[in-house]
């Protein structure tokens, strides 16, 4: 069983920084794909970076520039730094961990962009 811990969401203004982070913990197959997902209200759930155990990383475009992903493999962590946050980046956002077929999600975390 895997479990996947997310911290960081928060209320912040137009231009702002957040910072995410996730922590697995379980039986976690070394090989594996880590990411973020989001889903805003009304609106399907939509991938936003992914970073494999390689370092491969992919980005929603409307997040490129702005948003990084990162990971730290010896404790089954992935971030992701957010810069020059719209009010279209309101949403929950989920960590993500697909490994040996499966996918895993945490339980969302709430960013609202606001003034």
């Known amino acids: 069983q895997v479990q996947l811990v997310e911290s960081g969401g928060d209320l912040v203004q137009p231009g702002g920084s957040l910072r995410l982070s996730c922590a697995a913990s379980?039986?976690?197959?070394?090989?594996?794909?880590m990411g973020w997902f989001r889903q805003a209200p009304g609106k399907q759930r939509e991938l936003v970076a992914t970073?494999?155990?390689?370092?491969?990383?992919n980005y929603l475009d409307s997040v490129k520039g702005r948003f990084t992903i990162s990971r730290d493999n010896a404790k089954n962590t992935v971030s992701l730094e957010m810069n020059s946050l719209k009010p279209g980046d309101t949403a929950v956002y989920y960590c993500?961990?697909?490994?040996?077929?499966?996918?895993?999600w945490g339980q969302g975390t709430q960013v609202t962009v606001s003034s």
């Open positions: 379980g039986s976690i197959f070394s090989i594996n794909t």
């Open positions: 993500w961990l697909w490994a040996s077929g499966k996918n895993y």
């Open positions: 970073i494999s155990s390689g370092g491969t990383r």
